[in-house]
């Protein structure tokens, strides 16, 4: 049921099963749920950037390139290996089709580059952006209850059939979407994946935004390998229980259960390499037993003339002067000094990495 204003006979502003209509355009609920997790995402990184020692205006830099980056090979990563999109339907967006594992793989890598053109430490830098990536996904995911997609077996027993715990599945989910699946009296109901790989990223993202809010010591990227052992484990056990019909297994190969336990493989790796690279180096798998202990302790910018300030949210801020008093602008004929003199800027600390 369309809940709409009519102009002109033209359905202009409304609001169905699917999505919303500004202005003739239909925007899919699937859509406004990615969005606003990659709002959320990149709010709660530019925040953790200010917590870390960073420059919290960096994660707009890399919500320019990395974003559009992402879509593109989330797309691309779909057309390649689910064999009822094909590579020649790439460019047909509104019909469906984004990997995260794609969209995951492309902007980790738009976001290597940006950080290595900018002489930034991307180890540190992911470890605030990544572990965000987790909320972004979560809310995702209730993309896929809108379109009606991404579910389980379905359930017989009627005293599971409840929501969340499942979902009804309208046979016609691909016209009137998910919400439609309740007020169809064919539909049936199914496990609901996508609300349980939603609340295992919300639990993951708790977790490594703690650790990330917390912890200061040497080596930085463990927080970024973990996120990769969490949404690999996650994925691998989702994957092979969906529909068969969400499953991307172009040649008969699982290619998202392939890619999902590389990654927690991959990231079991890499931590243990960078402990072990810590340790050499500093005599101790965190910290330092010779040195700086800290991983955060200089200020890092991407940018000139961006010198640290106290503020409270960050861990270092008490190593910073204030901010410089702003002289006010004078009145005509005014003759007000100024509030006072300008504190000349701090520069960062040695000894991070």
């Known amino acids: 049921m369309n809940l709409s204003l009519l102009a002109a006979d033209t359905l202009m502003f409304g609001a169905n099963n699917r999505g919303i209509i500004l202005f003739g355009f239909e925007i899919y609920y699937y859509a406004i749920c990615i969005v606003c997790g990659m709002i959320g995402a990149a709010a709660l990184s530019a925040l953790l950037m200010k917590r870390r020692n960073m420059s919290s205006d960096f994660i707009f830099l890399l919500f320019v390139v990395c974003i559009p980056s992402a879509i593109v090979c989330a797309r691309l990563f779909s057309c390649l290996t689910d064999p009822s999109i094909g590579i020649q339907n790439f460019f047909r967006f509104r019909d469906g089709g984004l990997s995260v594992t794609g969209g995951v793989l492309g902007g980790v890598l738009a976001g290597f580059i940006v950080c290595r053109l900018r002489k930034v430490s991307f180890l540190r830098a992911a470890d605030c952006v990544v572990v965000n990536i987790l909320i972004a996904q979560s809310l995702g995911r209730w993309g896929n209850f809108f379109n009606g997609e991404v579910y389980g077996a379905e359930v017989t027993n ?29 539909a049936t109901w199914h496990y609901a994946f996508f609300f349980y790989e939603s609340i295992a990223n919300l639990i993951g993202w708790a977790i490594l935004f703690t650790l990330a809010w917390k912890m200061k010591k040497k080596p930085n990227g463990i927080l970024t390998c973990s996120y990769f052992v969490w949404y690999g484990i996650v994925r691998s056990i989702m994957e092979p ?16 259960e392939v890619f999902a336990i590389l990654m927690a493989g991959l990231g079991i790796c890499a931590i243990l390499v960078l402990l072990i690279l810590n340790f050499r180096k500093e005599g101790s798998f ?16 991407p940018y000139k003339d961006d010198p640290p300030y106290y503020n409270k949210i960050n861990m ?30 701090a520069s960062g600390e040695g000894g991070g990495s």
């Open 316 to 345: 270092f801020g008490d190593k910073y002067p204030p901010a410089p008093v702003k002289e006010k602008k004078k009145g005509k004929g005014d003759d007000t000094p100024p509030d006072g003199p300008s504190l000349p800027p």
């Open 286 to 301: 965190f910290g330092s037993r010779t040195g700086d202990p800290y991983g955060i302790s200089e200020y890092m910018t």
């Open 158 to 186: 009627p005293a599971l059939q409840w929501f969340p715990f499942a979902v009804p599945i309208s046979p016609y989910a691909s016209t009137v979407g998910g919400i439609g699946g309740f007020s169809d009296p064919s």
């Open 241 to 256: 229980l969906r529909d068969p019909e969400f499953i991307l297994d172009r040649g008969g190969v699982m290619w998202s």
